[in-house]
Nanobody
Framework: EVQLVESGGGLVQPGGSLRLSCAAS????????MNWVRQTPGMGLEWVSG????????YYADFVKGRSTISRDNAKMTLYLQMHNLRTEDTAVYYC????????????????????????????WGQGTQVTVSS
């Protein structure tokens, strides 16, 4: 089964840190550029960060730049997002996403989003992980 399973979210105070994980299975994870996107009630779906298939290039939205680090372990088929100095406006459901459709994935949401590299197709199908930043 082709899966993306996000974890690591939770309730954290402003200024705190979290590390999100996304475990992939059922497809050749190392072939795909990966991204993190987030869904908030007020802002809708926002692109957060991206990383190329080999992990050598990373990209960040201005609102997380300097506070977050995206990384991946292709041997473990896992994507990460380390976030520091969290703000209340970071409260959202975070999803990991590919930029190409993965054959066999089900329940896929597909959108086009503007990233720092321009417009990109984004595909996500996991349950997401809730991050709540509150005192």
């Amino acid at each position: 089964e082709v899966q993306l399973v996000e974890s690591g979210g939770g309730l954290v105070q402003p200024g705190g840190s979290l590390r999100l994980s996304c475990a992939a299975s059922g497809f050749t994870f190392s072939r795909y550029d990966m991204n993190w996107v987030r869904q908030t009630p007020g802002m809708g779906l926002e692109w957060v960060s991206g990383i190329n298939s080999g992990g050598s290039s990373t990209y960040y939205a201005d609102f997380v730049k300097g506070r977050s680090t995206i990384s991946r372990d292709n041997a473990k088929m896992t994507l990460y997002l380390q976030m520091h100095n969290l703000r209340t406006e970071d409260t959202a459901v975070y999803y990991c996403a590919t930029e190409e459709y993965v054959p066999g994935a089900r329940g896929v949401s597909a959108v086009r989003m503007q990233t720092v590299r321009g417009w990109s197709a984004i595909y996500y199908w996991g349950q997401g992980t809730q991050v709540t930043v509150s005192s």
